[in-house]
């Protein structure tokens, strides 16, 4: 009798922080892949005590702990894509920088850096490791619009400013290949929010940078804990399972419509609620 041979399913590695509310980090990243239907592994960079109301507390692991994590885990599973939210510390992003550098897949970072009531969610006086180990290896970065005015130190109050820092960024890096800019946080007074796709072209990054974007009604809502992470998970799953950058963006923004909408109306915690992800089955 012969043996039947198959080939592993691609899974993601979400290395992120832990909310125990469950309704963002490495919580919220689990639900999405789930709910797509993809596989993931959840490496814990950060311990966060916090409730829809906001962060009280929060405990980076040591850095060897979470190095050893996520190496146990690549030394085992077909990881295609690793997604990278809450990093804690400065020594965590160092030692995770060489096991980036040589991972052969999607790196989508997801640049938290301060919970949405303004706890640190990365302690260093200055950006420098989060430039050269994390965004220098990732080839997907997904800031907010107050994400990116840290990253770049540039204030930016109109959607045309942020749209230009975010291509002096994608243009820095030669690694990064896409930024998808959300737009959330930018001319709120609007009843549409766009979100924008920039990526580089040509097989090898090196042509000119596209600029796609996403127009979509402004959705009164508290409940929106959670919503960055969510996303770029969201954007992570879509990629491997379409192969293409653009059309896991156009997904996600659909995916990201519907769950905001249908989690309108609930009352879970007395803050910020979360996002019902299983809303998206029920779909
Ligand atoms: N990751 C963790 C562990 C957090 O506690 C938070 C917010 O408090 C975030 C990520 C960012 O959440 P959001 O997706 O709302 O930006």
Redesign the pocket.
Same mark, same amino acid.
């Given at each position: 009798m012969s043996r039947q041979t198959t080939s592993p399913p691609p899974v993601v590695l979400s290395i %992120? *922080? +832990?909310?125990p509310s469950g309704g %963002?980090?490495i919580q %919220?990243d689990i639900k999405t892949f789930t709910v797509i239907g993809i596989y993931s592994g959840a490496v814990i960079t +950060?311990l &966060?005590c916090?409730n829809t109301t906001g962060?009280s507390s929060t405990l980076s692991l040591p850095a060897s702990f979470v190095k050893q994590q996520v190496e146990d885990v690549l030394a085992d599973l077909y990881v295609t894509h690793i997604k990278i *939210?809450?990093i804690g510390d400065e020594s965590i992003a160092e030692s995770l920088g060489p096991i980036l550098a040589g991972f052969q897949g999607e790196i989508v970072y997801d640049p938290?850096l301060r919970? +949405?009531s303004g706890t640190p969610?990365y302690s260093a006086d200055n950006m420098e490791l989060i430039t050269n180990q994390l965004i220098g290896n990732s080839t997907v970065l997904t800031p907010n619009s107050e994400e990116l005015k840290i990253l770049t130190g540039q204030d930016y109050s109109t959607t045309d400013a942020a749209l230009i820092g975010a291509q002096k960024l994608l243009s820095s890096h030669k690694s990064l290949r896409a930024i998808c800019l959300k737009g959330g946080h930018i001319e709120t007074d609007k009843e549409t929010v766009t979100d924008f796709f920039l990526e580089k072209k040509g097989p090898d990054g090196k042509g000119k940078i596209s600029i796609h974007q996403a127009i979509h009604p402004r959705i009164q809502t508290k409940n929106?804990?959670? &919503?960055?992470?969510?996303f770029a998970s969201a954007f992570t799953a879509f990629h491997l399972l379409t192969g293409n950058r653009k059309t896991a963006f156009d997904k996600t923004v659909h995916f990201m419509d519907l769950l905001i909408s249908k989690s309108r109306s609930h009352s879970i915690g007395r803050g910020k609620g979360p996002l019902l992800h299983h809303a998206w089955l029920e779909s």
């Open positions: %992120a *922080g +832990s909310d %963002a980090g %919220a +950060s &966060t916090q962060v *939210g809450m938290v919970s +949405s969610l929106t804990h959670g &919503t960055g992470c969510t």
